[in-house]
């Protein structure tokens, strides 16, 4: 059986299609339903899914941990894209 997601602000997480997606902030006055907030523009209940009760391509399905392949692919990309702006 999977483990259930409790997403957190400043986390990133993978979805169904293997997209990377970072949590960026919490709505702090709805209790309950799509309270998450993407670097995407997108909203996501506090299990990662996307829809209610519907499987999504954009569910959230893992937690990466920053010592991810993942994550140290997106931290270089997004120093030399700084880099290249400076």
Known sequence: ?????????????????GVVVKIISRDPFIIEGFIFFSDED?????????????DHPEDLTD?????????KKIIIINHLVKREKT
């Open 63 to 71: 937690e990466l941990s920053p010592e991810s392949k993942e994550m």
């Open 42 to 54: 997108e909203c996501y209940q506090s299990n990662g899914r996307y829809q209610w009760e519907v």
């Open 1 to 17: 059986m999977k483990k259930e997601l409790k997403l957190e602000v400043g986390k990133s997480y993978r979805n169904r299609k």
